[in-house]
């Protein structure tokens, strides 16, 4: 019989906030992958978990995934854990867990910390909706089609950035989405010096040109504001179907159309036209 996968996500910052059943789940597999060894086993020894520890992370992911599938379907259980925050979300854990689905093993998650979601929670923007974007490409041209494709978007965008990638995202983001645009930018989440500024993207810039950005940040974004409906009253409408009319249009066809187009009451703009042809 199969093994089990669990994802068990780990604090992004404050120790704390491990759950107990994420450290027992810890404590009862049979070995943890993680993204960095050196990084984990200082969680570990914290917690005095002492397992078996191999290496799962972006550039080994195709060869390890498949040699801790073998131990999956041969019994064993693992724990997958990143250096913060939730497997799988934005991380080559994804692979990992489609491996393990096209293979009939059983994936687990274990919630806790996702830096996103926290961000998105304190940003004071619309949570409703939203849109996870991770981190942007350095390559000009893939960040630029990126954020082309956003400029339409309504629901709140959630970004992550390193401190010394983050004016240039600023600038990218402003010269975007315009100066106007509200964002937040949430600092060293759950840690001492945790921060979070509520801002437009054209003071953001403005601040971090005289001030040095320390540690990882989220950007929680703004989404695109629905286009104002121009607003017509039945005079605008009366005009439309006259025009209409004398293009060639029935009367109710064009009272018809006319009432579509401008959002007015077909009945009160039918009365309205026969109102007007009256006088």
Same mark, same amino acid.
């Given at each position: 019989?199969?093994?089990?996968?669990?994802?068990?996500?780990?604090?992004?910052?404050?120790?704390?906030?491990?759950?107990?059943?994420?450290?027992?789940?810890?404590?009862?597999?049979?070995?943890?992958?993680?993204?960095?060894?050196?990084?984990?086993?200082?969680?570990?020894?914290?917690?005095? #978990?002492?397992?078996?520890? #191999?290496?799962?992370?972006?550039?080994?992911?195709?060869?390890?995934?498949?040699?801790?599938?073998?131990?999956?379907?041969?019994?064993?259980?693992?724990?997958?854990?990143?250096?913060?925050?939730?497997?799988?979300?934005?991380?080559?854990?994804?692979?990992?867990?489609?491996?393990?689905?096209?293979? &009939?093993?059983?994936?687990?998650?274990?919630?806790?910390?996702? +830096?996103?979601?926290?961000?998105?929670?304190?940003?004071?923007?619309?949570?409703?909706?939203?849109?996870?974007?991770?981190?942007?490409?350095?390559?000009?041209?893939?960040?630029?089609?990126?954020?082309?494709?956003?400029?339409?978007?309504?629901?709140?965008?959630?970004?992550?950035?390193?401190?010394?990638?983050?004016?240039?995202?600023?600038?990218?983001?402003?010269?975007?989405?315009?100066?106007?645009?509200?964002?937040?930018?949430?600092?060293?989440?759950?840690?001492?010096?945790?921060?979070?500024?509520?801002?437009?993207? &054209?003071? +953001?810039?403005?601040?971090?040109?005289?001030?040095?950005?320390?540690?990882?940040?989220?950007? #929680?974004?703004?989404?695109?504001?629905?286009?104002?409906?121009?607003?017509?009253?039945?005079?605008?409408?009366?005009?439309?179907?006259?025009?209409?009319?004398?293009?060639?249009?029935?009367?109710?066809?064009?009272?018809?159309?006319?009432?579509?187009?401008?959002?007015?009451?077909?009945?009160?703009?039918?009365?309205?036209?026969?109102?007007?042809? &009256?006088?």
């Amino acid at each position: 019989m199969s093994g089990t996968l669990y994802l068990v996500a780990t604090p992004i910052g404050n120790l704390g906030d491990f759950s107990p059943r994420a450290l027992a789940t810890l404590q009862q597999v049979d070995f943890i992958a993680a993204e960095d060894t050196r990084v984990s086993v200082k969680l570990l020894n914290h917690f005095g #978990v002492k397992k078996p520890m #191999v290496s799962y992370h972006e550039h080994n992911h195709i060869s390890a995934g498949q040699t801790i599938l073998n131990r999956l379907v041969g019994g064993e259980s693992c724990a997958l854990i990143t250096d913060a925050g939730t497997p799988a979300i934005s991380d080559p854990g994804e692979d990992l867990v489609r491996l393990c689905a096209a293979s &009939g093993v059983s994936v687990l998650s274990i919630p806790g910390c996702c +830096a996103a979601v926290s961000a998105l929670a304190v940003s004071g923007l619309p949570t409703g909706r939203f849109t996870f974007e991770g981190f942007l490409t350095t390559n000009k041209k893939s960040r630029r089609e990126h954020l082309q494709s956003l400029l339409n978007e309504r629901r709140t965008m959630v970004f992550h950035e390193a401190p010394h990638k983050l004016c240039t995202t600023l600038t990218d983001l402003c010269e975007a989405f315009g100066p106007d645009r509200n964002i937040a930018l949430c600092r060293e989440l759950t840690k001492l010096h945790e921060e979070t500024m509520r801002t437009t993207l &054209g003071e +953001a810039v403005r601040f971090y040109q005289d001030h040095a950005p320390k540690g990882e940040y989220v950007l #929680v974004l703004a989404g695109a504001e629905l286009a104002q409906q121009p607003q017509f009253t039945l005079s605008d409408g009366v005009e439309r179907v006259m025009g209409l009319k004398a293009q060639g249009a029935r009367m109710k066809d064009a009272v018809r159309q006319a009432a579509e187009e401008m959002e007015l009451s077909r009945n009160e703009l039918y009365q309205a036209v026969l109102e007007r042809e &009256g006088s």
